[in-house]
């Protein structure tokens, strides 16, 4: 299935927007001449603020379809932060070049690209079919103003909100700043991503009724379906599947699924400590340790972060990887009573367990909708 070129332009228009002005507005703050953030009592935490600043255009550009991959994107943006950093120590800016800063600035695109990679395309055809879908109907609510307004708006407030909270307690002390900083990006995102998922699941309720072609976005009311539950598109002649817009494809994320998420991300981070634990003890890493022991103090939170990020990126990617494998053979054991499927009848690629009554699907192999 080809994505309509129509369709992927009014996708990636208003992230192609905001990339540009954010990416000027990120290159005018990083050459504003005599640029410095914070006081000497309180340092304002400039690794810190390069490694978001880097990861968030890393993760534009990705999402404006200019460079294909994930990781071309990465590697586009890694080398900017490179050439971005050199292009400071131009005398009239009276600015140094820092390789600390740079090195920060390049742990935020590391980061974001692995996540992108965890979160990206994985498992077989019904698994995909289900991510196509969740990457429509994302899309699709970002193609809307509201949708930007909503996130965007919870994302200032909540960031605002847990950053004043946290100043209170925190002011006076050496790293308030840093603080505060983190408090209020975790604020920002917690609250843009509990919008981002109010609105998602509203905007699934109401595309689910109007079977849109994952292509082109058309109505596919009405197409007739062959018994493996193939049809085309009335528009674009792509191919779509009966059951591609049923909840055997989607569904959302459920309490014991999240909790498994929390352990498996807390057992990781302690992991992180003890494998850095054994690190620091480890004769032949000395001279690393006194390296990080040379970096500014962000510099190593920063890396402590990054550090820890991969490793629930890993741990994510591996959850997905499982949860992929229950979706793909969804017509072979059920996903609600893991009765066995393999006699149940199907009707135009779809079926209903005789035991517990969920609903499955069975893309055919000619289906791969990449
Ligand atoms: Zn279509
Ligand atoms: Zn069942």
């Given at each position: 299935?080809?994505?309509?070129?129509?369709?992927?332009?009014?996708?990636?228009?208003?992230?192609?927007?905001?990339?540009?002005?954010?990416?000027?507005?990120?290159?005018?703050?990083?050459?504003?001449?005599?640029?410095?953030?914070?006081?000497?009592?309180?340092?304002?935490?400039?690794?810190?603020?390069?490694?978001?600043?880097?990861?968030?255009?890393?993760?534009?550009?990705?999402?404006?379809?200019?460079?294909?991959?994930?990781?071309?994107?990465?590697?586009?943006?890694?080398?900017?932060?490179?050439?971005?950093?050199?292009?400071?120590?131009?005398?009239?800016?009276?600015?140094?070049?820092?390789?600390?800063?740079?090195?920060?600035?390049?742990?935020?695109?590391?980061?974001?690209?692995?996540?992108?990679?965890?979160?990206?395309?994985?498992?077989?055809?019904?698994?995909?079919?289900?991510?196509?879908?969740?990457?429509?109907?994302?899309?699709?609510?970002?193609?809307?103003?509201?949708?930007?307004?909503?996130?965007?708006?919870?994302?200032?407030?909540?960031?605002?909100?847990?950053?004043?909270?946290?100043?209170?307690?925190?002011?006076?002390?050496?790293?308030?700043?840093?603080?505060?900083?983190?408090?209020?990006?975790?604020?920002?995102?917690?609250?843009?991503?509990?919008?981002?998922?109010?609105?998602?699941?509203?905007?699934?309720?109401?595309?689910?009724?109007?079977?849109?072609?994952?292509?082109?976005?058309?109505?596919?009311?009405?197409?007739?379906?062959?018994?493996?539950?193939?049809?085309?598109?009335?528009?674009?002649?792509?191919?779509?599947?009966?059951?591609?817009?049923?909840?055997?494809?989607?569904?959302?994320?459920?309490?014991?699924?999240?909790?498994?998420?929390?352990?498996?991300?807390?057992?990781?981070?302690?992991?992180?400590?003890?494998?850095?634990?054994?690190?620091?003890?480890?004769?032949?890493?000395?001279?690393?340790?006194?390296?990080?022991?040379?970096?500014?103090?962000?510099?190593?939170?920063?890396?402590?972060?990054?550090?820890?990020?991969?490793?629930?990126?890993?741990?994510?990617?591996?959850?997905?990887?499982?949860?992929?494998?229950?979706?793909?053979?969804?017509h072979v054991r059920c996903?609600?009573?893991?009765h066995s499927l393999l006699k149940t009848p199907l009707t135009?690629?779809r079926g209903v367990c005789g035991e517990?009554?969920t609903e499955f699907?069975l893309?055919?192999?000619?289906?791969?909708?990449?």
């Open positions: 299935m080809r994505r309509d070129a129509d369709r992927l332009r009014r996708e990636a228009r208003p992230w192609r927007l905001l990339f540009v002005v954010y990416w000027l507005a990120l290159t005018l703050g990083t050459h504003w001449p005599g640029l410095g953030l914070g006081t000497k009592l309180q340092p304002a935490p400039d690794k810190l603020i390069h490694m978001l600043a880097f990861g968030v255009l890393t993760l534009l550009l990705s999402r404006t379809r200019w460079m294909g991959l994930p990781w071309l994107a990465g590697l586009a943006v890694l080398l900017w932060t490179g050439l971005d950093e050199l292009t400071q120590g131009m005398g009239v800016l009276r600015r140094n070049i820092t390789y600390q800063d740079m090195l920060a600035g390049m742990l935020g695109v590391c980061l974001v690209t692995v996540w992108l990679w965890a979160l990206g395309p994985i498992g077989g055809r019904a698994n995909r079919v289900r991510l196509r879908w969740r990457a429509f109907i994302f899309a699709d609510l970002f193609c809307r103003r509201d949708g930007w307004l909503a996130v965007g708006a919870a994302a200032g407030g909540g960031g605002a909100l847990v950053g004043a909270i946290t100043w209170l307690s925190a002011s006076g002390t050496r790293h308030a700043l840093t603080i505060v900083f983190l408090a209020a990006t975790v604020g920002a995102m917690s609250a843009a991503g509990a919008i981002a998922g109010v609105l998602y699941n509203r905007h699934a309720r109401r595309l689910s009724l109007q079977h849109p072609c994952f292509a082109c976005g058309s109505s596919c009311r009405g197409v007739a379906f062959d018994d493996l539950g193939r049809g085309r598109c009335p528009v674009c002649g792509g191919t779509v599947h009966c059951g591609q817009w049923s909840h055997s494809i989607d569904e959302r994320l459920s309490t014991p699924k999240v909790r498994s998420v929390v352990i498996a991300v807390v057992a990781s981070w302690i992991t992180y400590w003890i494998v850095m634990e054994i690190v620091s003890r480890f004769g032949l890493t000395r001279g690393l340790v006194r390296w990080f022991d040379t970096l500014a103090g962000d510099l190593q939170l920063a890396l402590h972060l990054t550090g820890m990020g991969l490793i629930v990126a890993m741990t994510v990617r591996l959850y997905r990887f499982q949860l992929s494998q229950s979706y793909d053979g969804q996903r609600g009573c893991h135009h690629g517990c009554g699907v893309v055919a192999p000619d289906q791969v909708t990449e």
